[in-house]
């Protein structure tokens, strides 16, 4: 009876990792697509199907996430749809609070928080965190009907773009995610730029900062699975290749609209999970 056992149990495991990979072609296309998003399958990918530790997978999703914008900044240079100034003006400050956090804000975070009676454990903390955020940012895209008008750093908007990135920066450090369920609502609710142009920034910011936070997670001695991420890393590179090219055949409301609704939907599924 427990050999046929073992052999279901083995063939389940196998089915689950087959289909993690698989999401990895679907996180691609979702972060080419939207410029944004694709952290936010990676983690419970990670945490849920391949039973990666959410601090660990912290690490691993900002390596993942940064190859595939990294390609996705390629498709959209192309077409033009990258905002250099405000992207840089961005980037540098997240790309040195998510280092930062990366690097020595995790290893000092307690296992276990106590809150009077209510214990929290670290994981729970960063994905509860998680979740929290990705219904905020849902809502920011939704709520919003009108288009506004682009503003300019001559209104002395630019401090707070780098505000907003030291902010951003370090909320990617302590949750692992790309950052683009926050930023795109910062560039087009915040600064009025279209959902196209803002989806190319996105992921030209998300590329640099991710990549550098990786590293950081690297300087503190963390331990990665180069067999596990590597295929999963190329899967999702592909992916984001066919999400930029479907990007020009969908227009900026829809897109926003699609955006806004995905982020709302994992948002409350990883919150009642967690909360379980």
Not at 1 to 13: E, K
Not at 41 to 69: D, K, N, Q, R
Not at 166 to 195: E, H, K, N
């Amino acid at each position: 009876m427990l050999l046929p056992l073992f052999y279901v149990q083995s063939a389940l495991m196998e089915w689950v990792e087959i289909a993690g990979y698989g999401m990895g072609l679907i996180i691609g296309a979702i972060l080419g697509l939207l410029g944004g998003g694709g952290s936010v399958l990676i983690m419970p990918v990670l945490v849920y199907l391949f039973h990666i530790l959410p601090a660990e997978a912290t690490a691993y999703s900002l390596f993942i996430v940064g190859c595939g914008a990294l390609m996705g900044t390629f498709g959209s240079l192309k077409r033009n749809q990258v905002d250099w100034k405000t992207g840089g003006l961005f980037a540098v400050p997240s790309m040195l609070t998510v280092y930062t956090v990366q690097r020595w804000g995790m290893p000092a975070i307690p296992e276990t928080w106590a809150i009077g009676q209510y214990q929290m454990s670290k994981d729970a903390l960063i994905m509860g965190t998680f979740a929290f955020l990705m219904i905020a940012a849902a809502y920011s895209m939704l709520k919003r009907k009108t288009a506004l008008k682009p503003k300019s750093f001559g209104n002395g908007l630019w401090w707070i773009i780098a505000a907003e990135g030291l902010v951003v920066g370090a909320i990617t450090g302590f949750v692992g995610a790309g950052g683009g369920f926050l930023i795109v609502p910062v560039l087009v609710v915040l600064l009025g730029m279209s959902m196209e142009i803002a989806v190319g920034t996105s992921l030209m910011i998300i590329s640099i900062k991710s990549l550098v936070g990786f590293f950081g997670s690297l300087g503190n001695g963390a331990e990665v699975d180069w067999m596990l991420i590597l295929p999963f890393m190329a899967l999702t590179v592909a992916g984001t290749h066919v999400g930029t090219l479907m990007r020009s055949r969908v227009k900026g409301a829809t897109l926003k609209l699609i955006f806004g609704w995905f982020i709302l939907l994992m948002g409350v599924v990883i919150l009642l999970t967690e909360s379980n």
